[in-house]
């Protein structure tokens, strides 16, 4: 099938160690945030969300933190699997719209 | 969550025709967005799907290039009208799960290639 994030950052890990993706947002208003999984062929896939009265949140194996003063979202991603290996995308909205606008993704590349 | 099922999953089109994506929900929705993402690209927003109405389109996104519908909650199409090899793209279908947590669902997405 065709790739995703051709021309995209990439982050390359070991597997079994942690990962760090960075997205750097532009809307100082937007009150939602996501992380999307983008596996190549295949439509994004949610991963984790936070709204902007938080700063950390953490699911099965990720932690989403927000930095609100800088504009910067990260995502963690602890003890990375292979199927980890996917383009990952955050996204923002605003004034409870669901209009997300996307950030440009950054391919994470688990190496065995 | 919700499954999303998009028609056709991809396509070869000739310049200059037009056609007809699908998107259905197995559950009622409350939002549908329509996406498109290029070539190595992010995704772009090209309109939300409002039910029994106009779709509202985004910046740089006209109704007569990309018509859409939504005749109930959980069906809505999309055209890609007179196409162009610069429309050669993913484009997919998002949804909001009446219910749910906020949370945006998207489907596999449709490949079009455009020649």
């Known amino acids: 099938g065709e790739s995703v994030g051709l021309h995209l950052p990439t982050l390359s890990v070991q597997e079994g160690d942690n990962s760090i993706i960075n997205c750097a947002y532009s809307?100082?208003?937007?009150?939602?945030f996501i992380w999307y999984k983008q596996e190549s062929g295949k439509g994004p896939q949610f991963i984790i969300d936070?709204?902007?009265?938080?700063d950390k949140r953490q699911g099965q194996r990720v932690t989403v933190l927000l930095n609100k003063t800088v504009k910067h979202l990260s995502l963690q991603i602890a003890a990375t699997q292979p199927g980890d290996s996917a383009v990952y995308f955050c996204?923002?909205?605003?004034?409870?719209?669901?209009?997300?606008?996307f950030g440009s993704g950054t391919r994470l590349l688990v190496r065995p | 969550s919700a499954v999303i099922s998009q028609k056709p999953s991809r396509d070869i089109c000739q310049r200059g025709t037009s056609l007809t994506i699908q998107c259905q929900v197995d559950?009622?929705?409350?939002?549908m967005f329509w996406y498109r993402q290029q070539p190595g690209q992010s995704l772009t927003l090209i309109a939300t799907?409002?039910?029994?109405?106009?779709?509202?389109?985004e910046s740089g996104f006209v109704i007569d290039k990309f018509p859409i519908s939504r005749p109930n909650l959980t069906f809505s199409t999309l055209t890609v009208s007179n196409m162009s090899p610069e429309d050669s793209s993913i484009y997919l279908c998002?949804?909001?799960?009446?219910?749910?947590?906020?949370?945006?669902?998207f489907g596999e997405g449709s490949r079009l290639t455009v020649l």
């Open positions: 809307n100082s208003a937007s009150d939602y």
């Open positions: 936070i709204r902007s009265n938080m």
């Open positions: 799907a409002n039910q029994g109405s106009e779709a509202t389109y």
């Open positions: 996204a923002e909205a605003w004034d409870s719209s669901y209009k997300l606008i």
């Open positions: 559950s009622q929705v409350t939002m």
């Open positions: 998002s949804v909001e799960v009446a219910g749910g947590g906020g949370e945006l669902f």
